[in-house]
């Protein structure tokens, strides 16, 4: 059974653009989970979707969404980047809503310059 | 809000010694607690997780206990080698919430 799936693996950006990650889940997997993990922050809990809707939400400002589709593919937007928007983000699929477990992708490594 | 606290932020064993690492959580409702190792470059994976119904568990040189009283879960590697060398991570969730990661540890195995 193929993995959890990110891409692009690498990104470069400039301050105030936007972005869009995309994350695949494992079959049958219904629950995305993102995750920003920067050297300072650790993993911090962005947001989850389950059967399309978000159903937890960590304490990011509304430049960070998300959406998922029918098939669970869910996908990552950021608006109006910072440089502090700078880190590895990280998705993890689960069968069920709360993530138990959770298995996670290689990441999107998001540089701003 | 939900708060993991993870100790120590570093841990530098000889091989062959055990390495432990302690987790406290703040939400009593928390209810399952993974922990995940993260070798450099590479995604975070899964080791051992508890549920709060079972006080300790084992799988071959790793082992998880959970102190539901205190709110403290712990992972005890024994016989460490080279390759346990990463950052390991704790976690906590309750039943649909979130999942609350500690800042993580790392761990350096010395030859």
């Known amino acids: 059974k193929a993995g959890v799936t990110q891409t692009p693996r690498y990104l470069i950006k400039t301050r105030g653009q936007q972005v869009t990650l995309s994350c695949s889940p494992i079959?049958?997997?219904?629950?995305v989970s993102w995750y920003q993990q920067t050297p300072g922050q650790g993993l911090q809990f962005l947001f989850e979707?389950?059967?399309?809707?978000?159903?937890n939400k960590g304490n990011f400002p509304g430049r960070f969404s998300g959406r998922q589709f029918s098939n669970s593919r869910s996908e990552m937007n950021v608006s109006t980047l910072e440089l502090g928007d700078s880190a590895l983000y990280l998705c993890?699929?689960?069968?069920?809503?709360?993530?138990?477990?959770?298995?996670f992708g290689d990441g999107t490594r998001l540089s701003i310059l | 809000g939900e708060n993991v606290e993870q100790h120590p932020s570093t841990l530098s064993v000889q091989e062959g010694d055990s390495a432990v690492i302690k987790c406290t959580y703040s939400?009593?409702?928390?209810?399952?607690f993974p922990w995940y190792k993260q070798e450099l470059g590479k995604r975070p994976q899964l080791i051992i997780d508890?549920?709060?119904?079972?006080g300790e568990k084992k799988d071959q040189r790793i082992a998880v206990t959970l102190n539901k009283t205190a709110k403290h879960f712990s992972l005890h590697i024994t016989e460490t080698q080279p390759e346990d060398s990463a950052v390991y991570f704790c976690?906590?969730?309750?039943?649909?919430?979130?999942?609350?990661f500690g800042q993580g540890t790392e761990l350096s195995v010395k030859p």
């Open positions: 993890a699929s689960s069968l069920a809503l709360g993530g138990q477990p959770q298995h």
């Open positions: 079959s049958g997997h219904r629950s």
């Open positions: 979707y389950f059967s399309e809707t978000q159903r």
């Open positions: 939400d009593s409702a928390s209810n399952y």
């Open positions: 508890i549920r709060s119904n079972v």
């Open positions: 976690a906590a969730t309750r039943q649909g919430g979130k999942l609350i």
